[in-house]
């Protein structure tokens, strides 16, 4: 068995690196709709 604050952090990293690829899209979407190259 795994503690449970292995789980807390295992969310903690789960939900920052959500977080991440979700800012991550935001900029993408947002630079092609401000600048788009075609």
């Known amino acids: 068995m795994l503690p449970k604050n292995t789980w807390r952090v295992l969310r903690e ?17 947002e630079l092609e709709s401000t600048s788009p190259i075609k």
């Open 13 to 29: 990293l789960l939900d920052s690196v959500l977080i991440e690829s979700l800012l991550l899209l935001v900029d993408s979407m």
